[in-house]
């Protein structure tokens, strides 16, 4: 019998100057790029974050620690393929990942379909398993003020 388990998960950066702005491994031109110990990849974060929360495995900070000087800079994808290694470990893959970019600026329409298959294509999965939507906060807390960009995401593991 399939088992299957379900998490979520949620990240925020702050947007900053002098930074580069990676959502889903795509640098997207913009003046401002979010600020954090990694490269601040928020929607490759709160993916990481499901996946992990699915099997309760904690965070990525447990993993990937902000205190850990080893991180700085970190290309997110390849933190994203440590994460699907746990999970293979234990025995569990992605069903499929369903995700959401919470931005004012910049438009995200047209990155998306390349941030689902830099995504896939770390977890061993077809564009179509990875879900990757694009709202705005309606001018509406630090997100709609351009202070930041957050991603919720859900990941469905299965198990034979």
């Known amino acids: 019998m399939t088992q299957i388990r379900i998490g979520n998960g ?6 900053g100057p002098n930074r580069d702005l990676i959502l889903g491994g795509v640098k997207l031109p913009h003046s401002l790029g979010l600020v954090g110990h990694s490269d601040a990849d928020v929607l490759t974060h709160a993916i990481m974050d499901a996946m992990l929360g699915a099997l309760s495995l904690g965070d990525i ?3 990937f620690p902000p205190t850990d000087d080893k991180w700085e800079g970190a290309d997110s994808l390849k933190l994203l393929e440590a994460v699907n290694g746990l999970l293979k470990e234990r025995g569990w893959s992605v069903s499929n990942i369903d995700s959401v970019i919470v931005a004012e600026q910049p438009k995200m329409k047209p990155h998306i379909a390349t941030m689902r298959a830099n ?3 770390v977890l061993g999965l077809e564009d179509d398993q990875v879900g990757v939507k694009a709202t705005t906060n309606e001018k509406l807390g630090p997100t709609g003020r351009e202070e930041g960009i957050a991603s919720y995401a859900v990941a469905l593991l299965t198990k034979d």
């Open 119 to 121: 995504l896939a294509q």
């Open 61 to 63: 900070g447990h993993y």
């Open 10 to 15: 949620y990240d925020i950066h702050r947007l």
